[in-house]
């Protein structure tokens, strides 16, 4: 491969840039222009004949065209008479003319194609020149890297320096704003350059310092990059203050610079920096004898120089050396260019209003005063070339700094080695040429087949020149190297080296630093384009090594034919034809066939065309030349080719042959088809909801040639293998060879012969053909009738294959043939396709085994054998899973519990131990929200329906906020869950179903403790465990694995608070909001009631047996839940009882909202025994409790009571409404307060008085009157009713709103004892003291039967029936 011209840019607005620096002139006409340049133009027709550049050809009649069209218009070669120059970066473009310039920045635009695109815009016009009469004479970009650690080698901003005629150098920003101007020499400025940090690439270079050096005719001034870079940072950013805020004048750091006078050299034209240099010993002894003679003394380490190039006349080239320390350097003051505006500004402002005017002359005499100019420092000419009649006109310094091309007036280019100072080539016939150096580092591909891999990259040096005269580019090999490369260009363009990249880099900041700057870019100003030079790295090299190189470039451009995606198929045969021909090397034609077999672009047609033309060639070759192993691939892959061409040749026949023969043998499928059609058809409207895939990742779509030829070897006998990449390519593979075949669209036969014939082993047939029909089940399923058919004649022409079933084998014994049938088939999550699998196997199976036993002569019985048992098991586990993956497969009501559908296989199943059945019935009852009522229902094959509605109305959670599905939908469910428990009938007992329905209940209320009907669900599901054995063991594994941890962090909770905690101490806590934590104190009663209640029963009744069903033994995996629930260790019922207590009064605060500290009720003993391990016998409270305990211990449970009463209150009167099941108004409040009195010592009949004063104080007397018959001690209640009612008497009498006259004449007739008695109640502690006097009436009666006649307050009673009665018949 040879160089290229890459454009990379285009300037936009090249006319505006034109019109504008020229607007002064009037166009010449054109014809004079054109007539010049002919005159001046050379014949070129004998060098453009010898051009070896064929692949530019048709580049070069383009530009050819283009160039003459445009010169004869009105664009001349305005270009050349403009200072340009361009950043290293490409991002920033400066053109000037005598006073003016434009600056055009870096844009990204999207071209006609749609593909971004690099333009460079105008982004400033303006004036640069502030003196009189001074002019633009040079110009350079200098990019300032970035000080953020951040940086990856962008440049931060980018600085224009400007050289002056006047001998002004001024520094500017990419915006055209000043930064600096600086006056180091009074003459016109020539040339400025500059040189920044380069990474040395070996151990020995010597690193150099950054400077910009600016050529005087007479002088030289280098400036410091450091100093000179942080002098601009800090330009620019009192620049950004200024314009924000006009802040204070921060004073620059001064420039550092060097300033030497050149001496004994007639005229300068251009010069080169080379940097600092340390000469050898020999180089310093010589230079010492020759300036200092016989006796000179040499020092003892050499001193270090700066090296200095001239070119002009008298002599052409001059060459300076100063040594470091000979001069120092000096500080000047730099004179802030927005400083000195904006004081003056201000001073001129504020001299204004103050009427102080009398200085303004002064001060502008001050102003115009030119800054004071060092002397420079003599600098003596060391050697020179001397030739008086040559002058030279630039010199371009090479990259690696050893080298420098000179351009001449003779028009000639010198090489010169700057090291030894001698000129070492010569080109003639380049008359105003301009230079630019290419260095071309080794690409990794090169490195490797180089004998000096270990050592650093190599890079090779070429020299770019552009001869405007003839409008050609050439690059020449370095040193003494062949031209490599030639371009006719146009006569107009200007070459743009800048020979430099970002400034205030180090060798610390630019590590990792993936620095992107074009070394050489050439600007042609009629197209405006940009374009740079590509050169590969060969061309370099000597023959030999290139032509291993060439290769690698004959491969790198077939790799990127292959990227283009708009390539022709023609083309693309023809271009990957001709690379790997011209490749050489096996190896790399080698990697060349390969990465063309596996691009995807390329059509089949092309790849068998492209492989047979290299076969051929490499056939006719003599055999001991060719590579075996090319030799090899080339025949597989053709092989291979011809296969795939095949297959899809006969996929696309229209003949599809008879149908099969095997009649007799697929009756019996049918009849199997019939049997479990019903349960095959809800499977397949199950699995045939839509669902989103992508389309690039579905194994449908068709196989490319590139993925067949990946996933097929050829083995050394020259058989085929399918290696196993990938579970979907290997799907993609099986579709491929055999979907047409199941469908019945192509001829089975004649697919399977192919496949024989390739050499593919049967078995794996076999794997591809099964993996197919798993995967494509929903397909299969639509016409099963068919496509059983189809396969069970594949499965028979693959089944008589050679190799497939074994000739020696025994039918008494597993054919390992149908047992990868079986092994398929057992990890499948396809439950359909794999049964009808195991159909068609089965038969296929039973009429070899048949068909031998006839050949073998045996007697049938015998030949009905293992193999047989094993298809029979085979087909039943098959059945159960299509059966029990059809249930799971019903999808929940909306609103239910989430979750993705389970996949259960054979396999999944034996995996899942003796409980997965189970596990996966309960999950999926979860998921649908499933009420325990509602599963014991089904489970017991009730389907009343009146029943139904009455369990919709109790679980109404579950049915309200979801859209009802049809009854005819729930009954077929139902139909399915009883289907699937029948054919289970062992491991989804009733007892197992309901006890892994709590157990999962439970562990979904763990992950989200607010949803509390989980846990309530876990509990009624545990009720209807009929076994006390499993219910006792699930209830212990349920304490101490979710609820012991956060009912001891509820306890310690309210302890420590002393009253029901808050939702956000209940959350930071329990884990859970202050509602759930009720609702879970709640069950933990009804928990540990349980476990009271399965403790008691367990001596009663024997341990359960559990047992699995016949065709799943041999389960293996994790015991079931049953199995660990009968391992459980008994409990120590004190120990529950106390902890059963404790819950009780934890829930009893949280209903009501009390506050008590539930711990401090218990002594020491009964604290130290609370949330220990159930299964242990632990210290309790024993023998009579301390008074001051059971007195807390009442006022609590009494505080219960009435805050329950308070509950309860309804306004309806007499009538008694039926109380909630559950919540504070629950009607077991009461019952359970006694039940708690008696285990905690408090007296009965204390709680019963107290509940029935409450009741009546409640105005609830038909309820007082029921609890009133249980109290023992009637008098002390009669005492209690007594003031009770004496407050109603005294409210109806003497506090109501409404006295009538009545009333007050009853009080007159009242006895005075009774009046004065009524008088000192306070009605004010009832809380319903409007009661219907009736009631009140009823109450004092039964004051007098409950009231013995002896009491001290009988003759009040008697005295108070009176008084109600008066006031009844009053009413």
């Not at 601009?232 to 204070?248: H, P």
């Not at 895939?693 to 399918?722: I, N, W």
């Amino acid at each position: 491969m040879s160089c290229s011209l890459l454009e990379f840019c285009r300037l936009q607005e090249l006319k505006t840039v034109r019109d504008y620096l020229f607007q002064s002139q009037k166009t010449e006409p054109a014809e004079e222009k054109t007539q010049t340049e002919n005159e001046l133009s050379w014949e070129t027709s004998e060098w453009e004949s010898a051009w070896d550049s064929g692949d530019n050809k048709e580049e070069e009649a383009a530009s050819a065209t283009t160039v003459e069209e445009e010169t004869t218009g009105q664009s001349g070669p305005w270009l050349q008479d403009c200072v340009v120059s361009l950043s290293p970066c490409s991002d920033l473009l400066v053109v000037a003319r005598e006073q003016k310039a434009v600056f055009l920045s870096a844009k990204w635009r999207s071209n006609d194609s749609g593909r971004e695109e690099m333009t460079l815009a105008v982004s400033w016009t303006g004036t640069l020149s502030t003196d009189e009469g001074e002019c633009v004479s040079s110009s350079v970009c200098i990019p300032l890297a970035s000080q953020k650690r951040s940086s990856t080698g962008r440049p931060d901003w980018t600085c224009v320096v400007v050289g002056f005629t006047s001998g002004y150098v001024r520094f500017y920003t990419e915006s055209g704003v000043l930064l600096l101007a600086q006056l180091l020499h009074e003459d016109p400025v020539l040339r400025l350059k500059c040189r920044t940090y380069e990474i040395p690439r070996h151990p020995g270079v010597t690193e150099q310092h950054e400077e910009l050096s600016i050529l005087y005719p007479a002088a030289l001034v280098t400036i410091d990059g450091f100093s000179l870079f942080q002098s601009l940072r800090a330009c620019r950013n009192q620049v950004a203050r200024a314009a924000a805020a006009g802040s204070d004048v921060i004073q620059p750091p001064p420039l550092a610079y060097k300033k030497w006078g050149l001496q004994d050299m007639d005229t300068i034209m251009d010069h080169s920096s080379v940097g600092i240099m340390t000469l050898c010993v020999f180089d310093q002894m010589k230079n010492a004898s020759i300036l200092g003679g016989f006796n000179a003394s040499v020092k003892g380490s050499p001193p270090a120089m700066s090296q200095y190039v001239t070119v002009g006349g008298g002599p052409y080239t001059g060459f300076y050396y100063a040594v470091e320390g000979s001069s120092q350097p000096l500080l000047s003051h730099v004179a802030l260019a927005v400083a000195s505006k904006l004081t003056s500004a201000l001073f001129n402002a504020a001299s204004g209003w103050l009427g102080w005017n009398k200085n303004k002359n002064e001060e502008e005499a001050v102003q115009k005063q030119k800054p004071k100019v060092e002397p420079p420092t003599p600098l003596g000419i060391r050697f020179g070339l001397p030739d008086s009649r040559r002058h030279g006109e630039s010199i371009c310094l090479s990259p690696c700094n050893t080298l420098a091309g000179v351009t001449d007036d003779f028009g000639r280019v010198t090489l010169l080695d700057l090291a030894r100072g001698i000129s070492i080539r010569m080109w003639k016939g380049y008359r105003d040429a301009q230079l630019g150096w290419l260095q071309v580092p080794e690409e990794r591909g090169d490195r490797e087949f180089s004998p000096s891999a270990s050592l650093p990259r190599r890079h090779a040096l070429f020299l770019v020149i552009y001869a405007p005269r003839r409008g050609i580019l050439e690059v020449w090999s370095m040193q003494q190297g062949p031209r490599v490369g030639a371009f006719t260009v146009g006569k107009h363009c200007r070459l743009l080296y800048a020979g430099y990249r970002l400034m205030g880099v180090n060798s610390v900041t630019s590590q990792g630093w993936q620095l992107h700057t074009q070394q050489v870019c050439l600007l042609d100003p009629i197209t405006g384009a940009l374009r740079t030079v590509n050169i590969p790295f060969h061309l370099a090299l000597s023959d030999k090594k290139s032509e291993r190189a060439k290769d690698m470039h004959l491969l790198k451009r077939l790799t990127t034919i292959l990227r283009s995606r708009e390539v022709e198929p023609d083309i693309l045969e023809s271009e990957a034809k001709s690379v790997l021909l011209d490749i050489k090397h096996p190896a790399i034609k080698k990697q060349a066939l390969e990465s063309l077999l596996s691009n995807k672009n390329a059509p089949v047609s092309c790849l068998t065309k492209v492989t047979g033309a290299l076969y051929d060639v490499l056939k006719q070759q003599d055999p001991e030349e060719v590579d075996t192993a090319l030799l090899q691939l080339c025949s597989s892959q053709l092989k291979m080719l011809q296969l795939y061409s095949d297959i899809q040749q006969l996929h696309s026949a229209a003949d599809i042959e008879a149908s099969s023969k095997d009649q007799d043998s697929f009756e019996g499928i049918e009849e199997e088809l019939s049997r479990v059609g019903p349960t095959l058809q809800r499977y397949a409207q199950l699995t045939s909801r839509p669902s989103v895939s992508f389309a690039q990742d579905s194994p449908y779509s068709p196989l490319p040639a590139q993925a067949f030829l990946s996933q097929m070897e050829c083995t050394e006998d020259g058989e085929l293998r399918v290696i196993h990449v990938s579970e979907t390519e290997w799907n993609r593979l099986g579709n491929f060879m055999f979907w047409g075949c199941l469908c019945g669209n192509s001829p089975l036969h004649k697919v399977c012969d192919t496949l024989q014939e390739a050499g593919i082993s049967p078995q794996q047939l076999l794997s591809l053909l099964l993996s197919v029909w798993l995967q494509r089940e929903k397909e299969v399923l639509q016409k099963p009738g068919e496509t059983v058919r189809n396969l069970h004649t594949l499965l028979i022409a693959l089944s008589n294959m050679k190799g497939a079933v074994e000739e020696s084998w025994d039918t008494q014994s597993i054919s390992p043939w149908w047992q990868q049938v079986r092994h398929t088939c057992i990890q499948s999550h396809n439950s359909a396709a794999a049964l009808l699998a195991a159909f068609v196997a089965h038969r296929a199976a039973k009429a070899s085994i048949t068909s031998r036993a006839d050949s073998k002569l045996q007697s049938e019985w015998e030949a009905v054998s293992l193999e047989l048992e094993q298809w029979v098991v085979f087909v039943r586990q098959l059945e159960d899973v299509l059966v029990l993956q059809t249930l799971l497969l019903v999808p929940p009501p909306q609103g239910a519990g989430g979750g993705a559908a389970a996949q259960c296989s054979i396999k999944t199943l034996m995996e899942g131990g003796t409980g997965g059945i189970a596990d996966s019935v309960s999950k999926w009852v979860f998921r649908h929200n499933m009420s325990p009522e509602r599963l014991k229902e089904i489970l017991q094959k009730r389907e009343d329906k009146e029943a139904e509605d009455k369990l919709e109305q109790k679980a109404g959670e579950e049915g309200k906020e979801q859209e009802e599905k049809s009854q005819e939908d729930t009954d077929r469910t139902a139909e399915l869950l009883v289907a699937v428990c029948q054919r289970f009938p062992h491991s989804l007992s009733p007892d197992l179903l309901f006890a892994h329905c709590s157990w999962e209940y439970v562990v979904q209320w763990n992950k989200d403790p607010e949803e509390s009907r989980y846990l309530s669900w876990a509990v009624e599901h545990l009720k209807l465990v009929t076994s006390p054995h499993i219910q006792l063991g699930i209830s212990t594994m349920m304490w101490s694995t979710f609820i012991v941890k956060r009912l001891s962090a509820a306890a310690f909770l309210m302890e420590k608070v002393g009253k029901s905690p808050k939702d956000r101490l209940c959350r930071r806590d329990v884990g859970m909001g202050d509602k759930a934590a009720t609702y879970f104190l709640g069950c933990c009663v009804q928990l540990l009631q349980i476990l009271m209640e399965a403790d008691s029963a367990v001596e009663e009744v024997p341990a359960p047996e559990l047992s699995g069903e016949e065709a799943w033994f041999g389960a293996e995996g994790p015991e079931s839940i049953a199995e660990l629930a009968l391992e459980q260790r008994g409990v120590h019922y004190p120990l529950v009882q106390h902890h059963c207590l404790l819950a009780s009064l934890l829930h009893s605060a949280m209903t009501f909202s009390l506050k008590v500290k539930p711990l401090s009720l218990f002594d020491s003993k009964g604290k130290n025994a609370f949330f220990r391990d159930l299964t242990t016998i632990q210290l309790m409270p024993s023998g009579d409790m301390d008074s001051g305990l059971i007195s807390l211990r009442q006022e609590f449970l009494l505080r219960v009571l009435t805050a329950w009463v308070q509950a309860i209150d309804d306004s309806s009167g007499t009538s008694t409404p039926p109380l909630p099941s559950s919540g504070p108004k629950a009607d077991w409040w009461p019952s359970m307060c006694l039940e708690l009195g008696s285990l905690l010592q408090v007296n009965p009949d204390i709680l019963r008085r107290h509940l029935v004063c409450e009741l009546y104080n409640q105005g609830l007397d038909p309820r007082a009157e029921e609890v009133m018959l249980e109290v023992e001690d009637k008098d002390v209640l009669g005492s209690q009713l007594l003031v009770l009612t004496g407050q109603r008497l005294s409210y109806s009498l003497l506090h109501s709103q409404s006295q009538t006259q009545a009333a007050m004449e009853l009080l007159a007739r009242l006895p005075p004892t009774l009046c004065t008695w009524l008088k000192a109640m306070d009605p004010g502690e009832l809380r319903c003291p409007l009661v219907p006097l009736p009631q009140t009436s009823r109450l004092v009666g039964r004051l007098i039967e409950i009231l013995p006649e002896n009491h001290a307050q009988y003759s009040l009673a008697l005295h108070l029936l009176e008084a109600v009665e008066a006031l009844t018949t009053e009413d």
